[in-house]
């Protein structure tokens, strides 16, 4: 018989969501406050490598293959199993020690080529920032795998806070060690162990509380190993494929349109990717409940927190459209300058590319909890090329914005195709689903019907524009923090389909 785990005591959605914003939050106003301390202090070149090291650290962090995602979704699946939670930890900690090696072997190549004489003297010091990254990651990707047991025990207040540790570190340190007198390797050094110790204190809080790494060779097997790799390969696909969603789009821009257009639509990307990771910290929560509900067979469960999830993902996604529309031009003036504040209505469009994305991050743990990662793998790659091949023709007819157009279709058509797959699964008519989502989404759609004719009102008096916007945003934050309290519970056919209980067997 397997031996229960304790009963988990997880973190409430409302408390670990402010901690994490928190952790954004901090991380935005450091970052506008560090880059131009690091810039002076390092000079034009090292500057550019510093800048281009820290967005390479983001893209090597896909080289775990989805290893970790791997490993949250069979524990979660197993939850109450304290005997498969080591089968599945041993397993998925042999294969990220194998691609920790790859990399290691990878460092090791850049570093001959350099002592060896293939490259000159002058690349330096990009060779060793490359070796430092590599090494970096290596030490990462089995590290990460404690991460997935908090997932697993939804304790992201624990996430949270550890992830704030490593903001205020890196914004207190790297200063100080630039003004001692370090240079570029010094801080990235210091970067690199930050960020290895994000991943250690997740291992010392589950040693701490479990008094086990839940790590033990004679567990893991060759079946569980091919399962996990088997499951990776496609949340691989997933995660490369949301790289090319939009955060790569400079360069299309730059080749189709010019360089001089590439400036304007950075800009638009560091908003919507900011706005990107608030959705994600929201949602995330989510995830280790839909697998857990899905591996204990609570199936009319897992796709009703689905339908949460997705209900308060689309709902920030419209108050962030919303928000463009009424302080974008005021924003960019005050950001950027004048120049770009033309720019207002083209990126009030581009946010209509987040409920898309919301859409997305409700339904893959869904599929990746039926087993369903290959579907998740084609529709994210369905996106990217309805993208690619919408891209010339919309050019063509609308320039700069063309570009936007392309990935908001893009995402509104896979988003509908997804709705589409998840009825198929339930086997109910996809408009009785669609339904579903339109009456959870009916609170949000009353709000913003409100804020609007609120801003009408207050416009029509002569209300001073801060005012207005301090009421609207105070407005906007007790709805939000209703719905995330209460989230709308849609008891409707398409649930009980699965089964007559909402929270039952299925």
């Given at each position: 018989?397997?031996?229960?785990?304790?009963?988990v005591?997880?973190?409430?959605?409302t408390?670990?969501?402010?901690?994490?914003l928190l952790?954004?939050?901090?991380?935005?106003?450091?970052?506008?406050?560090?880059?131009?301390?690091?810039?002076?202090?390092?000079?034009?070149?090292?500057?550019?490598?510093?800048?281009?090291?820290?967005?390479?650290?983001?893209?090597?962090?896909?080289?775990?293959?989805?290893?970790?995602?791997?490993?949250?979704?069979?524990?979660?699946?197993?939850?109450?199993d304290?005997?498969?939670?080591?089968?599945?930890?041993?397993?998925?900690?042999?294969?990220?020690?194998?691609?920790?090696?790859?990399?290691?072997?990878?460092?090791?190549v850049?570093?001959?080529?350099?002592?060896?004489?293939?490259?000159?003297?002058?690349?330096?010091?990009?060779?060793?920032?490359?070796?430092?990254?590599?090494?970096?990651?290596?030490?990462?990707?089995?590290l990460?795998?404690?991460?997935?047991?908090?997932?697993?025990?939804?304790?992201?207040?624990?996430?949270?806070?550890?992830e704030?540790?490593?903001?205020?570190?890196?914004?207190?340190?790297?200063?100080?060690?630039?003004?001692?007198?370090?240079?570029?390797?010094?801080?990235?050094?210091y970067?690199?162990?930050?960020?290895?110790?994000?991943?250690?204190?997740?291992?010392?809080?589950?040693?701490?509380?479990e008094?086990?790494?839940?790590?033990?060779?004679?567990?893991?097997?060759?079946?569980?190993?091919?399962?996990?790799?088997?499951?990776?390969?496609?949340?691989?696909?997933?995660?490369?494929?949301?790289?090319?969603?939009?955060r790569?789009?400079?360069?299309?821009?730059?080749?189709?349109l010019?360089?001089?257009a590439?400036?304007?639509?950075?800009?638009?990307?560091?908003?919507?990717?900011m706005?990107?990771?608030?959705?994600?910290?929201?949602?995330?929560?989510?995830?280790?409940?839909?697998?857990?509900?899905?591996?204990?067979?609570?199936?009319?469960?897992?796709?009703?927190?689905?339908?949460?999830?997705?209900q308060?993902?689309?709902?920030?996604?419209?108050?962030?459209?919303?928000?463009?529309?009424?302080?974008?031009?005021?924003?960019?003036?005050?950001?950027?300058?004048?120049?770009?504040?033309?720019?207002?209505?083209?990126l009030?469009?581009?946010?209509?590319?987040?409920?898309?994305?919301?859409?997305?991050?409700?339904?893959?743990?869904?599929?990746?909890?039926?087993?369903r990662?290959r579907?998740?793998?084609?529709?994210?790659?369905?996106?990217?090329?309805l993208?690619?091949?919408?891209?010339?023709?919309?050019?063509?007819?609308?320039?700069?914005?063309?570009?936007?157009?392309?990935?908001?279709?893009?995402?509104?058509?896979?988003?509908?195709?997804?709705?589409?797959v998840?009825a198929?699964?339930?086997?109910?008519?996809?408009?009785h689903?669609?339904?579903?989502v339109?009456?959870?989404?009916?609170?949000?759609?009353?709000?913003?019907?409100?804020?609007?004719?609120?801003?009408?009102?207050?416009?029509?008096?002569g209300?001073?524009?801060?005012?207005?916007?301090?009421m609207?945003?105070?407005?906007q934050?007790?709805?939000?923090?209703?719905?995330?309290?209460?989230?709308?519970?849609?008891?409707?056919?398409?649930?009980?389909?699965?089964c007559?209980?909402?929270?039952?067997?299925?």
């Amino acid at each position: 018989m397997p031996l229960p785990l304790p009963m988990v005591k997880h973190n409430s959605y409302t408390s670990s969501t402010l901690i994490r914003l928190l952790a954004i939050g901090l991380n935005a106003v450091g970052a506008l406050l560090l880059l131009p301390f690091v810039l002076n202090a390092l000079g034009t070149n090292d500057f550019g490598i510093w800048a281009m090291a820290t967005s390479i650290t983001g893209y090597l962090m896909l080289l775990d293959f989805g290893i970790a995602l791997a490993c949250t979704r069979y524990l979660s699946m197993h939850s109450e199993d304290k005997q498969q939670w080591r089968r599945t930890f041993s397993s998925a900690f042999l294969l990220s020690l194998g691609l920790a090696a790859v990399l290691v072997g990878l460092a090791i190549v850049v570093q001959l080529s350099l002592y060896g004489g293939l490259l000159p003297a002058t690349y330096q010091p990009i060779p060793d920032v490359i070796t430092l990254l590599l090494v970096e990651v290596a030490l990462s990707i089995p590290l990460r795998l404690y991460q997935s047991i908090l997932r697993a025990e939804v304790r992201y207040v624990e996430i949270g806070l550890f992830e704030i540790v490593r903001i205020v570190l890196r914004l207190v340190g790297i200063p100080l060690l630039l003004w001692a007198g370090g240079g570029l390797m010094t801080i990235l050094v210091y970067a690199s162990v930050i960020n290895v110790l994000f991943f250690a204190l997740m291992l010392g809080s589950v040693y701490w509380r479990e008094r086990s790494t839940y790590l033990d060779w004679q567990a893991w097997d060759v079946q569980h190993l091919r399962e996990l790799l088997g499951f990776s390969q496609y949340a691989a696909v997933t995660q490369v494929a949301e790289f090319f969603k939009y955060r790569t789009d400079n360069l299309l821009v730059g080749v189709l349109l010019g360089v001089s257009a590439v400036a304007p639509y950075a800009i638009m990307v560091v908003i919507i990717d900011m706005l990107t990771q608030i959705l994600m910290r929201f949602q995330s929560y989510w995830d280790t409940i839909i697998m857990r509900h899905a591996g204990e067979q609570r199936l009319a469960s897992a796709l009703d927190t689905t339908l949460t999830s997705l209900q308060i993902g689309v709902s920030l996604a419209l108050l962030a459209t919303f928000n463009t529309w009424l302080l974008g031009a005021q924003f960019l003036t005050l950001w950027v300058g004048d120049t770009y504040a033309a720019l207002s209505t083209s990126l009030t469009l581009f946010t209509l590319i987040l409920p898309g994305l919301a859409v997305q991050l409700a339904t893959s743990p869904y599929f990746n909890a039926l087993g369903r990662q290959r579907t998740n793998a084609t529709l994210a790659l369905l996106e990217i090329a309805l993208k690619l091949g919408l891209l010339l023709p919309l050019i063509n007819g609308f320039d700069a914005d063309g570009v936007i157009f392309a990935g908001v279709v893009a995402a509104m058509v896979t988003a509908l195709l997804r709705l589409w797959v998840i009825a198929g699964i339930v086997r109910c008519k996809f408009g009785h689903l669609v339904q579903v989502v339109i009456c959870k989404l009916l609170p949000v759609i009353g709000l913003l019907g409100v804020l609007w004719g609120l801003r009408w009102m207050l416009e029509s008096v002569g209300t001073p524009l801060l005012l207005t916007v301090a009421m609207i945003l105070c407005l906007q934050v007790l709805g939000l923090l209703f719905l995330i309290r209460k989230p709308i519970k849609t008891h409707h056919r398409v649930v009980s389909a699965i089964c007559p209980r909402l929270h039952g067997g299925g």
